[in-house]
């Protein structure tokens, strides 16, 4: 085992530091998000912070940083209120990765990566086609975290389309089987496969297995 | 594929909906955080919100829930302003689960779960012996969320310590080969497997394998 100290970590070279750290918190969240201007300009950007804030309402967040990769992103966001989190699929990681390319505003990553853009009845944003798992929001806050000028931007949930093959009968959408990939640090992609699912823990009780 | 709108979610027995929603953010990282208040009582507990922040300074937050199971971490915090994010591996994964548990205040997790405290020079809170990754905090800001009442709390890491045979040449920490797992909802545990790392997305350039 090796132990960095705070003073350590910051003498490390900044490009290695950016990936140990950004490999901490553990298996990530990969999400497509998708928006629109009021121009009728498309984007989509790969986040690894979607994280969930509540069910009750029903809210999801993520944190943005003051780049200009996401800039479009957080622009079209203030402009309509609306986006869209579509998870990512091992089918499509990697169109996926390619959508973080600093493409210029008038590109849509939809046609840069050959995503197709989808649409529903009254909701504005554009949704991934190819994923399994799409959300609807509507921007109910953006939380600024001064400590490092990033935000939190948290959606109410509007709609939700997912397969209902992977539904089971308490609501709990697998993941896994449906191949959503999650991630660690900033460039890798992951495979994932059920170990278990447990009974809600209680003192002095043994766990039981969910089936 | 089905579609829900939001008011057929609202309709929704409340915890068939818990457990959908909590399912739609994708992959989370699981981790345990150690804690111990003035008296030396040490705390531990699950939380599946854990997020990257920033490298430059290292920060790492996590969503807070008005809840009794992680009010103890809370005031523990407050009270002494660090605490230790450990990783959960799928060797460890059961007892983590049962640190959700409504412990007493005076019963320590640790010992209730059988995981053991381990503790570093100079730094108060608890570590979790048998994570392989571990990361001492102090608390770098408290963001109230308005919208559900929960907070997001930030620490600021001090140090860490991690098995440098699975840190790759640029900084890079696998975390699936040492079986560190990720989870879906509220429940299911789930092992990973990396299917790629890619270079920086650049328009017009193909993705490099990164080996």
Do not use: W
């Not at 966001?77 to 869209?84: A, G, K, L, R, V």
Request: hydrophobic share 35%; net charge negative; proline share 4%.
């Amino acid at each position: 085992m090796k132990t960095f100290l705070i003073e350590e970590l910051n003498d490390l070279d900044k490009r290695y530091r950016t990936n140990l750290i950004n490999c901490l918190s553990g298996v990530k969240s990969l999400n497509l998000i998708g928006t629109k201007n009021n121009h009728g300009q498309s984007n989509l950007a790969i986040f690894n912070s979607v994280v969930h804030i509540g069910a009750h309402p029903p809210l999801m967040g993520f944190i943005h940083r003051p780049t200009s990769v996401e800039r479009h992103t957080f622009e079209n966001i203030n402009e309509t209120s609306f986006f869209t989190i579509n998870s990512v699929t091992a089918a499509i990681h990697k169109q996926a990765h390619q959508t973080g390319a600093r493409y210029e505003k008038s590109e849509s990553e939809f046609d840069e990566v050959s995503l197709t853009e989808e649409y529903f009845d009254g909701f504005e944003a554009p949704f991934v086609q190819e994923s399994p798992l799409k959300i609807g929001l509507e921007l109910a806050d953006i939380i600024p975290i001064p400590l490092n000028n990033t935000k939190l931007i948290i959606g109410r949930i509007k709609m939700l389309t997912l397969d209902e093959k992977h539904l089971r009968n308490d609501g709990f959408l697998s993941l896994s089987d449906q191949g959503i990939v999650g991630g660690t640090g900033l460039d890798s992609y992951l495979s994932t496969q059920e170990i278990g699912r447990y009974s809600y823990a209680k003192p002095d009780s043994p766990l039981d297995d969910i089936k």
